[in-house]
């Protein structure tokens, strides 16, 4: 098994870009995923594959990757993008990062 | 659209054995190839994956839970289901199911349905 590291917490004004940052060995072999979660709501995918969007997730969210980190960038953030994000990959098992608490200031 | 449904105990008691079934709706189980996921989340923290089934019943779990988890399907309720043995109070949490996300073209290893969620309490 292995492990992915987010920072536990991010703070951005509204109309800014938000960047949380994912580390972990296996990334340069596996894809990444993120999800949001806010309050008392099941997770929602917002990336896969590194940096593709599901249908109906706002083009402000992108995905990017760079050897042993990936990022989730958040552009013109809006208040309601306040929330716990997490990244995920897989190998035969499935891993979470620890979650980043985006604050919108 | 798949729908997932937890259901089962709210209260388990130390020792015993969490059982929890996935009811899925708007599709067959056994249609398509696809995982079919347990994740589990204590309040206030991360999410924790428990494991998965692939349609044709192979499992694979994580490893820090594998000796005490047993995740099979029932294709005939369309449903799936999760033990999860000897539990203590380290196991509260909330419980969800999910299926593997799907694009237009190719599947992968993230969530694209999830369940709402249960809230399983290990207590005596």
């Known amino acids: 098994s292995y492990e992915l590291t987010q920072p536990p917490s991010v703070s951005v004004s509204p109309g800014q870009t938000a960047r949380i940052t994912c580390s972990g060995d296996a990334l340069p072999k596996q894809y990444a995923y993120w999800y949001q979660q806010k309050p008392g709501q099941a997770p929602v995918l917002v990336i896969y594959k590194d940096s593709e969007r599901p249908s109906g997730i706002p083009e402000r969210f992108s995905g990017s990757s760079s050897g042993t980190t990936v990022t989730l960038t958040i552009s013109g953030v809006q208040a309601e993008d306040e929330a716990d994000y997490y990244c995920?990959?897989?190998?035969?098992?499935?891993?979470f990062g620890g979650g980043t608490k985006l604050t919108v200031l | 659209q798949v729908q997932l449904q937890e259901s089962g105990p709210g209260l388990v008691k130390p020792s015993q054995t969490l059982s929890l079934t996935c009811t899925v709706s708007g599709g067959s189980i056994s249609s398509g190839s696809y995982y079919w996921s347990w994740i589990r989340q204590p309040a206030g923290k991360g999410l924790e994956w428990i494991g998965r089934i692939y349609t044709s019943g192979s499992t694979n779990y994580n490893p820090s839970l594998k000796s005490r988890v047993t995740i099979s399907v029932d294709t005939s309720k369309n449903q799936f289901s999760l033990k999860l043995s000897s539990v203590t109070a380290a196991d509260t949490a909330v419980y969800y199911c999910?299926?593997?996300?799907?694009?237009?073209?190719?599947?992968?290893?993230?969530?694209?349905?999830w369940g709402q969620g249960t809230l399983v309490t290990v207590s005596s």
């Open positions: 999910a299926r593997q996300y799907c694009s237009s073209t190719s599947c992968y290893a993230a969530v694209g349905y």
């Open positions: 995920q990959s897989a190998d035969s098992t499935v891993v």
